[in-house]
């Protein structure tokens, strides 16, 4: 009877679903990056890498428009945009607050799109919101291509477009680069200025 009772557990312990195996991390994950990738003629040019995570930028903005999505006026706010490409934009999240009234819809955090050098359209249709109320104040922690926070890779090209060389541009100590000095850290180069880095 023992035995019965012995196998009739050990059948009902193996009967039993087995959970997948669960991995933790011991540590944080790690730092996010935004690489933006430029094409001139067809052809990849330059890539930039920085952290997604900056110091905290506040965007100066003067007004935001009535409309579908509502536009922000943030004249040079430093964000990337092709021109020759407006699909290629650096979409970015930013913290918005200080809004009143009907504008408090667009209080918190939010995706920015660039649709210009000195606009920014919200995710928030504005349409009906009348007269901008409360002072605006936007924030973000994303890479502006101003600022010298870039790692700035030339991508070289033979002369039929097949990719030959990568290459990073380092700073010898106390010495500059074309305009570019690159702060503190010797890979830190504004992405908007990229051919000064190469």
Known sequence: MKYLIASFFTLAMFGQDTPNPVSISPAPAPPAYTQIIHYTSNVAD??????SSQNVVTIAVTAVS?????????????FYFDASNTSAVQKIVA??????????PLNG?????????NALATDVNTTSFGALTGT?????????????VWSVQPLISDGSN???ILAWP?????TTLGSLTGGTNA??????????AQ
């Open 46 to 51: 330059y890539t930039c890498i920085a952290r």
């Open 66 to 78: 009535n409309a579908n999505p509502g536009s922000m006026t943030a004249t040079a706010h430093g």
């Open 95 to 104: 913290f918005i607050s200080g809004l009143t009234g009907n504008w408090t």
């Open 109 to 117: 955090f939010h995706i920015l799109t660039p649709t210009s050098a």
């Open 136 to 148: 605006i104040v936007v924030s973000t922690r994303a890479p502006q291509v101003t600022a010298k």
């Open 162 to 164: 097949n990719l030959t």
């Open 170 to 174: 380092v700073l010898i100590s106390g």
């Open 187 to 196: 890979f830190a180069f504004a992405c908007a200025a990229p051919t000064t």
